[in-house]
């Protein structure tokens, strides 16, 4: 089992920007793909970037590409999220998300393996 611990949650003015971290600790390899999720009130939680390996092959979603840097260090074990130019549609709480297995890249709710528990990101216009 992987555990995952978020932070760097917070708020901030729209055009701001965040560094999120995920700290992995437990069974985890480097092999399997991470991810970030988001998630409001009301709403399904939603793909917002993967990586696979340290400094491998990323994805993003529409909305945030271009903005949003999705980085690994495996050394320290630890996810970043770099977020920059944050709007207001972009408040959420953030999860960290392990893929189920290591053949995945989790781009949907049920390929993820470990969520963590989530941080609040705020984002006033």
């Known amino acids: 089992q992987v555990q995952l611990v978020e932070s760097g949650g917070g708020s901030v003015q729209a055009g701001g920007s965040l560094r999120l971290a995920c700290a992995t600790s437990?069974?985890?390899?480097?092999?399997?793909?991470m991810a970030w999720f988001r998630q409001t009130p009301g709403n399904e939680r939603e793909f917002v970037a993967s990586?696979?390996?340290?400094?491998?092959?990323?994805e993003y979603a529409d909305s945030v590409g271009g903005r949003f840097t999705i980085s690994r260090d495996s050394a320290k074990n630890t996810v970043f999220l770099q977020m920059n130019d944050l709007k207001p549609e972009d408040a959420a709480v953030y999860y960290c998300?392990?893929?189920?297995?290591?053949?995945?890249?989790?781009?949907?709710?049920?390929?993820?393996?470990?969520w963590g528990q989530g941080t609040q990101v705020t984002v006033s216009s």
């Open positions: 998300a392990a893929a189920r297995t290591s053949a995945l890249i989790p781009r949907r709710p049920d390929q993820v393996g470990s």
């Open positions: 437990g069974r985890t390899s480097s092999a399997v793909a």
């Open positions: 990586i696979i390996g340290s400094g491998g092959l990323t």
